[in-house]
Structures are given as structure tokens and as C-alpha cells.
């Protein structure tokens, strides 16, 4: 965090759609790159939508929001799921998904993106059993730091409580870097640190709520039970 630069910072700060914090941009396209090494191109219109064959915003009766289950991430456009509802079942579905997205993310672009949907009359929500963790996200390389996310702030639900993520945050490279730190060191999935005493600092670390769960978690993945 403290090694950020002014110039990636600047990048960032000027791709921020509040209040979900990422989204994809307006008439562009992106590469992905599947894990058999497949490349597919996606495509974007200016509601921020990913297109497909038959795909027209001011048509789309249904919106589908969520993460990269969604989206389709290792697909080609006319693979994802908003392509095969069309297809199948003469229903234009407009797709909202974003990769990494938490559903509180993915509901609140919904709300956000209505007003480009002037047929939508239903939103449905793509959730997996992972996704439920990232609801209690802060910050993305708290809950996964392979994700690399340095930039990864996201709103976040905690006792119910919705916590969007403050424009002051963004005001300049210094507030950004202190608002990192305070939401690594407060994030519900944060790694509690080992310290002088250890014994009590091991303790406090076996007691949170982040260890307790991962570790429930796996013991029942262990056990080929759902979780």
C-alpha cells in the first residue's frame, strides 16, 4: 500500500463508478483468458452491458446481476447466460455480471443501471456459496490477497448495516493509502497479527470470527459437506 504510485493511483481514480466501485467501461471491449488458455474477446455497449447476438438494451426485459459466474467470464459472448436466456427462451436478458463482484455489489448496480432498462421488469441475482463472504468485504486482498487487488475497495454489510465506501477516500493518493490501511486493519476477514505476549496474541487470533469460519469451512469441505 505505502509503494502505490501517483500514476496508477491516478488511473484508478478517474475508472471509479461509485457506489459498487469497479465496473467494466462504456462501449469497450475486454480480453479474457480461460483456464484451458482459450482468449475470448467481450463487448460492452454504452449501458456498460455485455453484448451478444440479439442483446438491445431498450428491449431488455430481464437483468441479470452478479460476478463472473454471471458475466461469463471463460466464454465467448454468445456463451453467457444472458445469451442462452435470449436464445432459449426469446427473452432479452441484459448482462450486468462483473468478476469479483459481492451481491451486495451486484445489487446495487442494479439499481444504479434501471434507468438504461426502460423494458426491465426483472432483476435476478447470480450468487455462489463464496460469493456470501464477500458481503462481509471491506477490502478484496483481505479476504484473497492472490486476487491482487491493491486498488479493491467495495461497500460491505456488517449487523446489517450497509457501509458504502466514503469519496473521501479518493481525495488524493495520501487518503487513499490511510483509508487502505484502517480498512485492512478493520475488515471482518482481516489476518489478526501475532504479537509480544504470543501466547494471549495466538488466543485472540483462535477466537475471531475470520479464523473460526475459514477453518469451519474447510473441515467441512474436508468432509464433502456443503458449506
Not at 467494466?24 to 482459450?38: K, Q
Not at 431498450?58 to 444472458?82: C, I, K, M, P, Q
Not at 466514503?166 to 482481516?190: G, V
Request: charged share 20%; glycine share 6%.
Amino acid at each position: 500500500i505505502a509503494n502505490i504510485d501517483q500514476a496508477k493511483f491516478d488511473k484508478f481514480k478517474s475508472a471509479v463508478v461509485p457506489p459498487m466501485m469497479w465496473d467494466t467501461a462504456s462501449n469497450s471491449t475486454g480480453t479474457i483468458e480461460s483456464c484451458l488458455g482459450d482468449v475470448f474477446t467481450s463487448h460492452y455497449d454504452a449501458t456498460r452491458a455485455r453484448v451478444y447476438a440479439g442483446h438491445d438494451a431498450a428491449s431488455a426485459e430481464v437483468l441479470l446481476v452478479g460476478d463472473s459466474y454471471t458475466h461469463g467470464d471463460e466464454v465467448a459472448d454468445d456463451n453467457t447466460v444472458a445469451a442462452h436466456v435470449c436464445a432459449r427462451h426469446r427473452v432479452r436478458a441484459a448482462n450486468l455480471g462483473i468478476g469479483g463482484y459481492s451481491p451486495l455489489q451486484a445489487v446495487l448496480k442494479a439499481k444504479r443501471s434501471l434507468g438504461d432498462f426502460p423494458s426491465a421488469r426483472v432483476v435476478v441475482l447470480g450468487v455462489m456459496h463464496e460469493n456470501i463472504r464477500r458481503t462481509a468485504n471491506s477490502y478484496v486482498i483481505a479476504i484473497n490477497p492472490d486476487l491482487g487487488g491493491i486498488f479493491g475497495m467495495r461497500p460491505y454489510v456488517i449487523a446489517d448495516t450497509v457501509h458504502l465506501v466514503p469519496t473521501s477516500a479518493y481525495d488524493n493518493l495520501e487518503a487513499f493509502q490511510r483509508y487502505a490501511i484502517h480498512s485492512l486493519d478493520t475488515d471482518f476477514w482481516r489476518a489478526e497479527e501475532l504479537r509480544f505476549p504470543y501466547s494471549l496474541s495466538a488466543l485472540r487470533v483462535v477466537n475471531s470470527s475470520s479464523f473460526r469460519l475459514r477453518w469451519g469451512a474447510r473441515l467441512l469441505k474436508l468432509f464433502k459437506r456443503q458449506y
